[in-house]
């Protein structure tokens, strides 16, 4: 599965974003896609997940009620919404899939930035 994403950029605090994640290949196996984040210095770090099948969606604290995430079945596409920003929300966002029978999230993009400042 490849996955390209798109959406980064820089925007002032309590402003928004809109990322995407195209994926591609073996996408008949998706089990689930998903966000994740990273600082320089510091681990990967979950940020939101879908399920393919059902829509059932996962967010870390850090997140919720700010992020959504959503997907577009048919142009096998995941999107992730981000309203209030603050600063601490400037990373490198990664895509990520999980595909079936493994479930473990393998297949990752190269990874959009987004810089929250004034």
């Known amino acids: 599965v490849q996955l390209v994403e798109s959406g980064g950029g820089l925007v002032q605090p309590g402003g928004s974003l809109r990322l995407s994640c195209a994926a591609s290949g073996r996408t008949l196996s998706i089990l689930r896609m998903g966000w994740f984040r990273q600082t320089p210095g510091k681990e990967r770090e979950f940020v939101a997940y879908?399920?393919?099948?059902?829509?059932?969606?996962y967010y870390a604290d850090s997140v919720k009620g700010r992020f959504t995430i959503s997907r577009d079945n048919a142009k096998i596409t995941v999107f992730l919404q981000m309203n209030s920003l603050k600063p601490e929300d400037t990373a490198i966002y990664f895509c990520?899939?999980?595909?079936?029978?493994?479930?473990?999230?393998?297949?990752w993009g190269r990874g959009t930035q987004v810089t929250v400042s004034s």
């Open positions: 879908i399920a393919w099948s059902g829509g059932n969606t």
């Open positions: 990520a899939a999980a595909l079936i029978p493994s479930g473990a999230f393998s297949y």
